[in-house]
């Protein structure tokens, strides 16, 4: 640099320059592209966490009060040897979201390590059912798919175990 002075951006400079990337960026994804197919695998499991009443006192609202998603075993029930511990779980789906683009194509793998049964199906963003209401069982694997036709949030429901056991495939314009 000459006459010791050093050249520095303006606030105002800098940002115009960084919007103006942006926008190159923006531009050049892939709007036009052609619609996608998505082979999404998933398991169905059951997360447990257990503790003693001597590290923290068991839940004062019973966890099935809120979602049968949730289980708990009190004290005694869980451990006759250890009659202190306690347990709560939760199912749930795995990965839980999944982000695809309007007109992709999703075909859901699904295998079932925890649960006898999980009643499933899948809504549209406005609720209307597009994979019916159907039985999984543990120990075996599934498959669904459907056409992501309107932007937005897509569930996997499990109804046995609601409103805690869903997916969501969040679907962009």
Known sequence: MSGGKEKRWSPVLLFAVSVSGMMVIGASCDKGAAPKAHVVRMTVFEAKGSTSVDKLAPPAIHPRDLSHGY?????????RERPREWQVASYLFSPSFV????GDTVSVTVFVVN?????IRIMDPDGEVVVPETKWNRGRE????FRATRPGGYQL???TH?????????VLE
């Not at 982000?99 to 309007?102: A, F, L, M, W």
């Not at 649960?115 to 009643?119: K, L, S, Y």
């Not at 599934?142 to 798919?145: G, I, K, P, V």
């Open 71 to 79: 289980s708990y075993t009190a004290p005694g029930e869980l451990d």
């Open 142 to 145: 599934y498959q669904a798919s």
């Open 162 to 170: 609601a409103p805690t056991m869903t997916a969501t495939f969040f």
């Open 157 to 159: 429901i499990c109804t």
């Open 115 to 119: 649960g006898d049964e999980h009643q």
């Open 99 to 102: 982000t695809v683009k309007r």
